[in-house]
């Protein structure tokens, strides 16, 4: 059986790399922040990726390569697939997860706090959001440049606790 | 020693949920490796990893203790027993061992053969005094710092410079008496 560690040890990282790169590192550069996080990920995702094709032949399209990350790779990762997969043909894919793991277990809900009474502690909280989302977007970066498909990701929250990432691939 | 340290954390670590141990050796190797690059000064990545650590650990000590009903160790021998058996099983699925105790008990290393944290990772020469697992000590420090026993923590074997197992000494500076608002069940 393959190694496994606690869910807390991965959640406890994860915010660690946010807080660290937001809160100490670059404090007063959350662009440079973001980069670095996301360089992190793509590090992960490159990684990853490598070693779960390696037993695959090559994949013939992007759309394989979108789908073996849909279900092979998100189930290594989340123990589930992506819900829902769409594509304009035109080279964007948008992969939702209903219920995104490393966002559920975050406290607040954003959307809704920026709403409220107190709009800095509302804004905070929803750049650290946006900061933990850096991650999985370079992760798929990473896995999808390991198969030769250089892309952009970003991530849409708009609809919690589901989460969509827009990868537009590019030609 | 086994009738001494009747708990352990397999059936905990059984129950909680778990994730692909890859997809956090291989984040915590990224982690390490921008760090290495941001700061460039090895001691300072050293410095940053036990601070992760430490914040992790603060947080972890609640999970610790709401898993694992372990009661109110009656000394830090019994302490450290109950981090290498239960602590390090839950979280990381491996157990450590405590040896090289002080005379006094107040003094110990908590040694790991199996290190889920390294599996994959070899170190370029460059790298030479990095203590690559300083977050796991970082984290017992921050745990034990939250019930009330300050502590200090020194790498002293690491396998990824060649030596046979990982080993950190930990050494019990003071331990801060608690106050109790409420009546303890105990």
Aim: glycine letters at 6%; aromatic letters at 8%.
């Amino acid at each position: 059986m393959a190694r496994e560690v606690s869910e807390s040890c991965m959640d406890s990282l994860l915010t660690e790399i946010v807080s660290s790169y937001c809160n100490v590192l670059y404090a007063t550069k959350p662009e440079l922040a973001a980069r670095r996080i996301e360089a992190i990920g793509y590090q992960v995702g490159h990684q990853l990726s490598e070693r779960y094709t390696m037993e695959r032949p090559r994949f013939s399209d992007h759309l394989e390569a979108i789908k073996f990350i849909c279900k092979d790779f998100w189930s290594e990762l989340f123990k589930k697939q992506i819900d829902n997969l769409k594509t304009n043909h035109r080279g964007t894919f948008v992969l939702q997860d209903d219920k995104f793991a490393w966002l559920s277990r975050m406290s607040g809900e954003p959307s809704t706090e920026t709403r409220g009474s107190a709009p800095e502690a509302g804004n905070k909280a929803a750049e650290t959001t946006g900061m933990h989302l850096y991650f999985p977007c370079g992760i798929i970066r990473g896995a999808l440049s390991n198969l030769g498909i250089p892309c952009a990701v970003s991530a849409d929250i708009s609809n919690l606790p589901a989460c969509s990432f827009v990868i537009r691939i590019k030609v | 020693m086994a009738p001494a340290v009747p708990r352990s954390g397999d059936a905990i670590f059984a129950n909680v949920e778990r994730v692909n141990a890859e997809l956090f050796t291989l984040t915590y190797g990224a982690i390490v490796r921008q760090l290495l690059t941001d700061l460039e000064e090895v001691e300072e990545v050293n410095k940053q990893l036990d601070q992760m650590g430490y914040n992790i650990g603060i947080r972890l000590i609640d999970e610790f203790l709401a898993k694992s009903n372990v009661t109110r160790c009656v000394d830090f021998r019994e302490t450290a027993e109950v981090i290498a058996k239960v602590g390090f099983k839950m979280f990381l699925g491996v157990t450590a061992s405590v040896s090289n105790w002080d005379t006094e008990g107040t003094c110990c290393s908590l040694i790991l053969e199996d290190n889920p944290l390294v599996d994959f990772v070899e170190l370029p020469d460059t790298c030479q005094g990095l203590n690559y697992c300083s977050i796991l000590s970082g984290v017992v420090r921050g745990a034990l710092e939250m019930v009330s026993m300050k502590t200090e923590v020194t790498w002293v074997r690491d396998m990824l410079r060649g030596d046979d197992a990982f080993e950190f000494q930990v050494k019990l500076l003071k331990q801060v008496p608690e106050e109790y608002p409420y009546k303890d069940d105990e």
